[in-house]
């Protein structure tokens, strides 16, 4: 099988790659990535002498140079996006480029040439809960610029499905963790800076929660839904395991053994969603997806996997780790 990846410099796609060739000797993965925000050639250099992989720097909304990666493939994951949530506060331009415009332009040519495309989505596109849990028949409601242009792009991808028939799945998935995330995010933002001593900035009262899932939970979710998944449907992703941004602090200063003096509560980020929730027994019993590894075991792995690449912490810049990166100017 001839796999075209894209986005998989960043942090799942790379976890996503690295796993479906060390899992399958017949697979073939051809990597297209802008190298934008989140891009780590780094990520990937073990692939470099492979033959099973090749890399294109590239956009996916030149539809050129996808014409040219879909028709040598049989299938397409789409992970490329501009994914920080923060960055879309202070322009949501780029959001809309790789989000709605490149998402389109992989769908319409798989349309043409009869391919399978797998779109990576998220909780988001539901919006904040207080209460209650999400099913894929549950409203959306996204809350941020970035989780609008998510949104955007599963009505294109339902619209093409249901007038063309489309070869196409939609997963949606709560917040990863785990190796190779780019330092921006709450969890490796955190071992960075508690690993030199800094201050660690929380929104608000940190009270806000997400439903946390080991990277490779995910994946394995991913790989089920483009080799066994249904056409046309969409499925959940979630390992049920909700918890506030301090609580998740706390851990990580617990297994790092560090103070929590360390922590600093800063200014919220507008339009902060309090809660995401999602239910995910329809992946669990259509496509048998259960998840491997619990919360503790995932936290330690993760926090030791940064302690092991030092130079990922060194290259944090400190623009990466500004407690308050939506109000970055361009
Ligand atoms: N990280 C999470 O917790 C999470 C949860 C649910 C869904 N998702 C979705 O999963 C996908 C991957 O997320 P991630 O956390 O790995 O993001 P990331 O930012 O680490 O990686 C995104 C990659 O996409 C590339 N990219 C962006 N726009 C592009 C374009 N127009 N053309 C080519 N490449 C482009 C970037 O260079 C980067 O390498 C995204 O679609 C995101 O919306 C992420």
Redesign the pocket.
């Known amino acids: 099988m001839r796999l075209l990846v ?10 996503f790659i690295l796993k479906i060739l060390n899992e399958n000797n017949d697979v073939h993965i051809t990597n ?9 050639r780094k990520n990937l250099q073990n692939l470099e002498n492979s033959n099973n992989y090749e890399f294109f720097k ?5 539809k050129k140079l996808m014409e040219e990666q879909i028709t040598k493939c049989d299938a397409v994951v ?7 949530v923060d960055r879309s506060i202070n322009d949501a331009n ?1 959001f809309l ?3 709605i ?2 998402a389109f332009t992989i769908l319409d040519i798989i349309t043409k040439q009869k391919k399978r495309m797998i ?6 596109v539901f919006g904040s809960l207080s209460t209650g849990t999400a099913t894929e028949q549950t409203k959306f409601n996204p809350s941020s610029p ?1 989780a609008a242009t ?1 949104a955007a792009a599963e009505l294109i991808i339902n619209s093409y499905s249901t007038t063309f028939d489309s070869d196409v799945i939609i997963t ?6 785990g190796p ?3 330092a921006e ?1 709450l969890i490796p933002k955190t071992i960075m800076l508690a690993y030199q001593n800094k201050k660690i900035p929380i929104y608000g009262n940190g009270k806000n929660v997400r439903d946390w ?1 080991y ?1 490779d939970d ?1 994946c394995d979710a991913v790989s089920l839904a483009l080799f066994n998944g249904k056409k046309g449907e969409s499925y959940n ?1 979630s390992a049920y395991n909700e918890i506030n941004n301090i609580t998740i602090v706390k851990k990580i200063l617990d297994i790092m053994d560090k103070s929590e003096d360390l922590i600093e509560f800063v200014e919220d980020r507008p339009g902060h969603d309090f809660r995401y929730s999602m239910d995910s027994q329809k992946i669990s019993t259509e496509l048998k997806w259960k998840t491997k590894l619990n919360f503790k075991d995932g936290l330690e792995k993760t926090i030791q996997w940064y302690i092991d690449n030092p130079e990922i912490m060194n290259n944090s810049s400190s623009t990466i780790l500004n407690s308050t990166p939506w109000k970055i100017s361009n």
């Open positions: 894209t986005g998989g410099l960043g942090f799942i796609g790379s976890n297209v990535d802008a190298e934008l925000d989140g891009s780590n590239g956009n996916i909304s030149n789409n992970f490329a996006a501009e994914s920080f780029p480029v790789s989000n415009r490149g779109q990576i989505s998220t909780d988001e970035y998510k949606r998935c709560t917040n990863n963790y190779r995330q780019f995010k899932i990277v995910h992703v």
